[in-house]
Structure formats: structure tokens, C-alpha cells
């Protein structure tokens, strides 16, 4: 069951949460999460760098299917201690039908460190 629509916010608001591309340059399991979870490192480009994050994105990917992959993630959130690990972005993705991660990119190959607009 769909969640419902948040109420409307301006599109000022909306360019507040800065959302940008990477490119996933190294995937592991991570079994010091609550839930089960692959900690993954994204390559934002040079003006960026990387920046680590822990996605609960067992049930589809493994690490290696990872490695090359352009991912979308929220760049402005604080960081969050998951574990042993500080979570530096918020890797996006969309629920499937069991609630399972369904990750965001790209699907043409674009550079890294655009933002999304």
C-alpha cells in the first residue's frame, strides 16, 4: 500500500534537499547493522569526493553487482552512526512489493556530482 502524499511544499523547499549522482566504487556486507545492510562507498566526482553510506539493499544486490553503478543519494542529511560506521549519505531507492530496496540512478550514464533539478 502506497503511502500517502506528503502536503505540497514550494519549490524553494524542495532545492533544499540536495540530491546528487555517484558512481559506487567499493560494496561490502556490513553485518555490525541492525538490519541486514551493504556498507558502499560513492564516488561523487573531484569537487566532491566519496562518501560512505549503509543501504539495506540485501534482497536484490550483492556487492559485487554494486561496483560501477550510478546511485542517487541525499548529500545534506547529517551523518548517521550505523554500527561501527558513520553514514555519510542517504542512498535513495523505492520499496518493491515486500518492502524490499529498489535502488535510484540514473539510466544513462551521466557525471558525477550532478544534482538532481
Do not use: C, W
Not at 505540497?8 to 541486514?36: H, L, N, Y
Not at 554500527?83 to 557525471?111: A, N, Q, R, W, Y
Amino acid at each position: 500500500m502506497a503511502e500517502p502524499i506528503e502536503p505540497k511544499i514550494s519549490f524553494d523547499d524542495f532545492r533544499k534537499v540536495d540530491v546528487r549522482v555517484g558512481t559506487v566504487v567499493s560494496a561490502e556486507p556490513f553485518p555490525e547493522a541492525r538490519k541486514p545492510s551493504i556498507r558502499i562507498v560513492i564516488d561523487f566526482g573531484p569537487e566532491i569526493g566519496m562518501r560512505k553510506s549503509s543501504a539495506q539493499l540485501v534482497k536484490h544486490y550483492k556487492p559485487t553487482d554494486l561496483i560501477g553503478r550510478q546511485v542517487a543519494a541525499v548529500m545534506n542529511f547529517p551523518p548517521r552512526q550505523i554500527g561501527p560506521m558513520m553514514s555519510e549519505v542517504l542512498t535513495l531507492g523505492f520499496p518493491d512489493e515486500e518492502g524490499g530496496v529498489v535502488l535510484l540512478g540514473p539510466d544513462k550514464k551521466v557525471p558525477d556530482g550532478g544534482r538532481l533539478f
